[in-house]
């Protein structure tokens, strides 16, 4: 049962957190937006870390390390794909294969279910279907370059679970915070890549018909990197109760019920932005919950 309320009450955390990472993205940029996110996670979970307790080892710290350069793989293909398009197809995809991938390695590594939890598993992979699933007008078949990411992306998520699995419950917040670490160094040193590519490029002058408010521009961009850090923070706090969902019971389950992140995604642009929630998204919430309550019993 702490597995499945912890697990759920994570995905709902992360949905948030993109929600937040998502506005800030269209003020800064999404890389810059990652980067910035992963700092303040980091900083976060720094301080969080000494107050949690516990003792960690040099093998916890790089189980932890390992699983930020896949978080890093894994949000760069996310966002390659989804640029990509067709999102309503290649979001649900990402996060069905993000639960498929440490279900079948904790069934293949000996995890022991209830009777009721192999029917709550495949329900739960139908409500992450469906909460994905945003119908699109005029929506276009995927290409094959966007399917092989969307995989691509999936699969790093789950390597994600599946390498903070092989830390020590005695560990306490330390993997998590080198986890943070490590996919910021890795975001940064992409954003600086990429100025470094545009400062390469030839500058084009700005027409007198195009004036530039620069107080506009900096006040949308401070907005942008403080959403940014508490979409960091939030997200710190998610990868967290993630964490203690996978030491409380089964990795297959805290991975399935992690991949209902979308669904606070929706449920906060719904409340925030006013946007419509689907019919087969609600249905999807609904048989998320089921399968939340019969994995809690199984």
């Known amino acids: 049962m702490l597995t499945a309320v912890l697990s759920l009450t994570g995905a709902f955390v992360f949905g948030a957190a993109d929600f937040l990472g998502g506005i800030a993205a269209k003020r800064i940029g999404a890389v810059f937006a990652t980067a910035v996110a992963a700092l303040a996670g980091f900083i976060g979970l720094a301080v969080a870390t000494p107050l949690s307790g516990g003792a960690w080892t ?10 930020g ?9 996310l966002y390659a794909c989804l640029a990509i398009g067709p999102m309503s197809i290649l979001s649900p995809l990402t996060a069905v294969v993000s639960a498929i991938v440490p279900m079948l ?3 293949a590594t ?8 192999p ?3 495949g329900l739960a992979l139908v409500a992450v279907v469906l909460v994905g699933f945003v119908p699109e007008r005029g929506a276009v078949r995927p290409s094959i370059t966007g399917i092989v990411m969307g995989l691509g992306s999936g699969t790093a998520i789950g390597a994600f679970f599946i390498l903070i699995d092989r830390t020590s419950d005695e560990s306490g917040l330390a993997p998590l915070a080198v986890n943070s670490a490590v996919t910021a160094a890795v975001m940064f040193a992409l954003v600086g890549g990429l100025a470094l590519r545009m ?11 195009e004036p530039a408010d620069t107080a506009i521009v900096a006040r949308d961009r401070a907005r942008g990197i403080r959403l940014a850090v508490v979409g960091g923070l939030v997200n710190a706090a998610a990868n967290a109760l993630i964490l203690f969902g996978i030491r409380a019971g089964e990795l297959a389950i805290a991975a399935v019920l992690g991949a209902m992140y979308p669904a606070g995604t929706i449920l906060l642009a719904a409340i925030v932005l006013k946007e419509r929630i689907a019919p087969v998204q609600w249905a999807g919430l609904v048989l998320a919950l089921a399968s939340a309550a019969m994995l809690a019993v199984a």
Do not use: Q
């Open 199 to 209: 400062r390469a490029k030839r500058p084009r002058m700005p027409r007198a018909d």
């Open 58 to 67: 040099v093998a916890d710290l790089w189980w932890g390390a390992a699983a």
């Open 110 to 117: 000996g995890a022991r279910l209830g009777p009721l939890a």
């Open 119 to 121: 029917w709550a598993l």
């Open 69 to 77: 350069v896949a978080g890093a793989v894994a949000i760069g293909l």
């Open 105 to 107: 390695w904790g069934l």
